[in-house]
């Protein structure tokens, strides 16, 4: 699985928009792009996952460039309770024993001022 | 909602003793994972299973055993627990990497 680099920390002001990068610059054409959460003391959240085009959800939207080497997290209006650490994993999504093997990086730790 | 539950959050034991760390899910997925997390290591798979009676070892399977009887249920067992298992170990369940946690066992190995 391709690696990710994502910055170690990141501040956003609460109702402002949380946009939050990540590098994959060796990922390959059949690697989706995920992203999780975990909040202090819970056990990681799923975010939201693609492969090439833009995806919105409820709880944030995913920009992966032309080129998917990069993308972006974006929460639209954080919230306090957004504070948490961020993973970016990249994975692919194939049948078999291969299934779910996420590697957790070190993630960005977001924390949301009011 | 998906529920994944675990036995404990919090758990204490001596060296050498027997754990059994215990995970049930609620929504009929067929992968469980069994996670540690510790500080600055972030989170290491140690096994999963994709069906009933199979399992595969992740990253750190070393002294660690796992047992898949039912589908909903996915157990870690510790054969004789050391100091280095001291640890949070996360339980999730899911479908391709849509994974859902659960809250976390704090073992503490004494």
């Known amino acids: 699985d391709a690696k990710t680099t994502q910055p170690p920390s990141m501040d956003c002001a609460e109702g402002r928009a949380a946009n939050l990068p990540c590098n994959h610059s060796?990922?390959?054409?059949?690697?989706?792009v995920y992203w999780y959460r975990q909040i202090h003391s819970q056990g990681p959240q799923y975010i939201i996952h693609?492969?090439?085009n833009n995806e919105t959800n409820e709880m944030a939207s995913l920009i992966i460039t032309e080129d998917r080497k990069s993308s972006t997290l974006i929460l639209p209006h954080a919230t306090l309770r957004d504070t948490a650490v961020y993973y970016c994993i990249v994975s692919t999504s194939a049948g078999g024993t291969s299934y779910g093997k996420l590697t957790f990086g070190q993630g960005t730790i977001l924390t949301v001022h009011p | 909602d998906v529920k994944v539950t675990q036995s404990s959050r919090y758990l204490v034991k001596r060296t050498g003793e027997k754990v059994f760390l215990e995970c049930v899910q609620d929504m009929d997925h067929e992968n469980m994972f069994w996670y540690r997390q510790d500080p600055g290591l972030g989170l290491r798979l140690i096994y999963f299973s994709y069906d009933v009676k199979m399992k595969e070892k992740g990253d750190i399977p070393e002294g660690y055993s796992v047992s898949r009887e039912k589908k909903e249920r996915f157990s870690l067992i510790l054969e004789s627990a050391s100091t280095y298992q001291t640890s949070m170990y996360l339980c999730?369940?899911?479908?391709?990497?849509?994974?859902?946690f659960g809250p976390g066992t704090r073992l503490t190995v004494l």
């Open positions: 693609g492969l090439k």
């Open positions: 060796t990922i390959s054409g059949n690697e989706y």
């Open positions: 999730a369940s899911g479908v391709y990497n849509e994974q859902f």
